[in-house]
């Protein structure tokens, strides 16, 4: 385990006022509720998930853009367990982590306190750009609602469903993507179906912003249309920090999004599979 005291380029006041409260800004992150409940929440995972986070050493000591997979419906599991992990690694003092989150979850009870004391906040581009320029590493999911309830079926699978705007993000801002993937969380409860056409059919796509409303299986709710926080089921996590990639490098200053969407999905899929190759039973290895 290590900290970060020097930022690369940049002094500590200078990242202090960068995250400054403001429209969009980091007015719910709490530090000292961080530093105070780390230890205890990373003893949780490390129990009811058995969680293990490899790839820290990966991450250079500049800004980046993390980019992830996305698992387990309301309750995110690998998302908290991957906020543990950085803030045990690099710890409360490091370069601070950001993470952009959909409205609903910053906005539900319990589950979206938490994740705005550690730094979660309200998915925007122009917030975000300015976090990176600032010197804060920033955690992005681009399979959204979608991935985060596609089918039990594809639960190893990359589903990003298109979206190219992190790497637009990452290029515009000369910072380097961080893919980072994980096994687990999506069995922690259960999805049946591919919900996207009836997010459209109900115009929620239109209204809430809400890509999908699948039929999940969960403790306690039983069936449910979509998903609401809920008792996870204690599936072991596992979450592997890749090497970063630099678009400006790959592909210079005019890139082939769909090339380098193509690419980092590539990659992103092939270290899932191998290290969904490790569980060789759902939930319970």
Known sequence: MGGWTALLGK??????????????????????????????????????FRAEVDGFDNVPDEPVLFVGNHSGGADIPDTFVFLLGYHT???????????????IVTRMPVVGDFARKFGMVQADMDTAAELLRGGANVLVYPGGDVEALRPWRDRNRIVFDGRKGFLRL????????????????????YVFN?????????????????????????????????????????????????????????????????DAYEYVTSVMQVALSRLAAKSVIPVVS
Not at 89 to 103: I, Q, S
């Open 89 to 103: 690694y690099f710890t409360v003092e490091g370069r601070p982590l950001v993470g952009l989150a959909h409205k």
């Open 170 to 189: 990452a290029h515009a801002n000369g910072v380097k993507i961080v893919p980072v993937v994980a096994t687990g969380g999506q069995e922690t409860f």
């Open 194 to 258: 591919d919900g996207r056409r009836t997010a459209q059919l109900l115009r929620f796509d239109k209204l809430l912003r809400v890509k999908s409303v699948p039929i999940s299986l969960s403790v306690p709710w039983g069936l449910l249309p979509a998903d609401l926080p809920h008792i996870p089921l204690p599936a072991k996590i596992r979450i592997q920090v890749l090497e970063p990639i630099d678009l400006h490098e790959r592909y210079g200053d005019d890139p082939d999004w769909d």
């Open 11 to 48: 002094s500590a006041a200078t990242v202090r006022r960068a995250l400054t409260p403001g429209p969009g800004g980091l007015e719910g992150r709490d530090p000292e509720f961080i530093r105070e409940m780390l230890p205890r929440f990373w003893l949780a995972a490390r129990l009811y």
